[in-house]
């Protein structure tokens, strides 16, 4: 993704705010070797941004380029994902099963992910650190959500929240960004309404495309900074790319929109199971973890560990 600070290279560079510190736009912020820049890029010479910001992403969508979502719920995630150049972290309601282990995300409280956030936003001096608002934080109304938005930019120091639901929360998201907050709209299947949807079932086949095209249409007119699509055929998808100038994001949603996001532990291979279609799994945790732990205790156990170089 590119990452000049304005699609009009006159302007000045973004600057740190004018109280505190600020994040840092030093060799830190970027990978070894980075450019500040997406793999592909061929403007080498844009410097990195001190912080990912929502303009950054629509700029890419702009510019015909992607970038990267991956969830992240703790230091040092935040702080492997953010030097490894991942552009958005969502602090997900996912933690509820990921993190919490309930078997779905219905559970999970405020309260509960406020810590979670705080602790992704203090680690990651770069990406763009979104919280997903849990079930019942902001379906009642407009001023319930705006006041679980406010928590979470305040309490939980992310930079933009992420809300589930079609059109009919259009309303709920203009009053959420007249009060300041980004908002991320996620449509299609929302994991929050499973029993409402009947399940894990794709959205938006056939002649119910339109339906998710109006949803994308009616919340990015609203002020949604963008648009993630959730189990939603690769057409469909695409058409609601093209209907909305705003970027999308797409989790098992093809390869037309501007982001991709995966729970980490599913892309690292860290959760055990049958994965869904549409992970990619990058690495294999999991064994890596169980072989480190059995060494562990087979040296434990025989007394070689800790030897003469681990004592005092």
């Known amino acids: 993704m590119a990452t000049s600070n304005s699609s009009d290279s006159s302007t000045p560079a973004e600057l740190a705010a ?23 890029s061929a403007d080498a010479s844009r410097k990195p941004v001190a912080r990912i910001r929502t303009h950054h992403l629509h700029q890419a969508k702009v510019s015909g380029e992607r970038f990267a979502m991956l969830t992240a719920y703790d230091q040092y995630t935040a702080e492997i994902f953010d030097q490894a150049g991942i552009e958005v972290l969502l602090v997900g309601d996912s933690a509820s099963n990921n ?64 809300i589930e639901g079609g059109k009919f929360y259009a309303e709920t998201v203009r009053a959420m960004v007249q009060a300041g907050i980004p908002v991320m709209a996620h449509i299609g299947f929302t994991p929050q309404s499973e029993h409402a949807l009947g399940g894990y079932r794709v959205q938006g086949r056939g002649n119910d495309a339109q339906r998710l095209i109006d949803d994308a249409v009616a919340l990015a007119d609203a002020g949604a900074f963008c648009v993630l699509m959730e189990m939603v055929p ?27 996001v995966l729970v980490w532990q599913d892309m690292a291979g860290l959760r055990g199971g049958k994965m869904a279609k549409f992970v990619k799994q990058y690495a294999d945790l999991r064994a890596s973890l169980s072989d480190a732990a059995k060494a562990y205790g087979e040296d434990v156990r025989s007394g070689q560990f800790p030897g003469p170089e681990h004592s005092f």
């Open 99 to 162: 993190v919490f282990g309930n078997e779905t995300s219905l559970p999970v409280t405020v309260d509960e992910l406020l810590p979670l956030c705080r602790a992704v936003a203090r680690s990651a001096r770069r990406a763009l650190v979104v919280a997903d608002l849990p079930f019942g934080s902001y379906e009642v109304s407009a001023q319930q959500a705006v006041a679980t938005g406010v928590r979470f930019l305040k309490e939980g120091l992310a930079h933009a929240v992420k």
């Open 18 to 40: 004018p109280y505190g510190n600020g994040p840092a736009a030093d060799s830190a912020a970027v990978p070894s070797g980075s450019t500040g820049t997406s793999a592909g």
């Open 234 to 260: 690769a057409a469909t998808a695409a058409a609601v790319d093209a209907a909305v100038e705003v970027p999308t994001v797409g989790i098992g949603a093809g390869s037309a929109t501007t982001g991709q």
